[in-house]
């Protein structure tokens, strides 16, 4: 078995495990442990076992596969500024969803309101940023790249957008998962993603948190009427516009800072020389297609649903 073989059968696997267990967990798993904190914590094992089990079987090294090294700090610092910088980016893809399915991420940030912010930081910042780093960036990114780093920086993006498992969050995890992919390359090192990752995680944390701690029952009431507000066609069209002004210029400025980072780690040149290397070995293969359908097909049915 070729290795994109082995890792493509290895999300099909994760995919089939993550949404039969989440069932599972949900009918017998909530009757004696209902949390949100361990549903966090069952749904993120669900995702990094069939990959971890994979690297085992197959007796490739986690160091292969995980390009980890410290940073500086100052790298760390740019990362930062980056994070924030491609921010207006994601709220663009999230508003550009939300013209045809519904918003699942404010379900989720009305929820973590009503939860422990420090705990919310733990399970629903930090902790996401270390397993999915390990998986998308870490085992599927890594394996495709032997083969096509261009391959590899789309299909890590498409299949971390497929295991959201809702059109809301597919398209902006998509671009999300991408722009990863970039930081991880500056560097060299997966600490970059993982500090980007949980940074963007911690910034809707914070927002949900700030929205929860409001207990005037009129403001709550005025911001339930602004929510409802901001799904009518025109105000989603107004906020795309501006959002899509201001993202263009903050987009720009994260490239540049990007390119100065690559170059200040040495990486510019090896990054572009990869980029434009013909494709080593098929990527595609029919378990992965298979894969993929079932996402979509889970993905109608939960907004049929």
Known sequence: MTTNKGVN???LITFLIYVGG??????????????????????????????????????????ELIPYKKIRISDALLAVVMTY????????????????????????????????LFLNILFVALLPAFVEEFVFRGVFYQTYRKSSMKAALVLSGLLFGCMHMNFNQFLYTCVFGMILVFMMEATGSIVTSMICHFLLNLNGVLLSGLNGSIRNASVSD????????????????????????????????????????????????????????????????????????????????????
């Open 22 to 63: 989440s069932f599972l967990w949900s009918l017998i798993g909530k009757r004696f442990v209902d949390s949100f904190y361990v549903d966090i914590a069952v749904s993120q094992l669900l995702v990094c076992v069939p990959p971890f089990v994979y690297l085992k079987i197959s007796g490739t090294k986690t160091g």
């Open 222 to 305: 005025a911001v339930q009427q602004s929510s409802n507000l901001a799904s009518q066609p025109k105000i989603l069209l107004a906020g795309l516009l501006v959002w899509g002004v201001i993202a263009v210029f903050t987009t720009a400025g994260g490239c540049a800072i990007w390119v100065h980072l690559a170059r200040k780690n040495g990486r510019l040149e090896l990054i572009q020389q990869k980029m434009n290397e013909a494709k080593r070995e098929r990527i595609i293969t029919p378990t992965l297609v298979i894969g993929m359908v079932l996402a979509v097909a889970f993905m109608v049915v939960f907004e049929i649903f």
């Open 85 to 116: 910088l491609f921010y207006p980016l994601m709220l663009v893809m999230n508003l550009l969803t939300m013209f045809f399915v519904d918003n699942t991420s404010a379900e989720l940030a009305t929820t973590m309101g009503q939860e422990n």
């Open 9 to 11: 059968r290895t999300f």
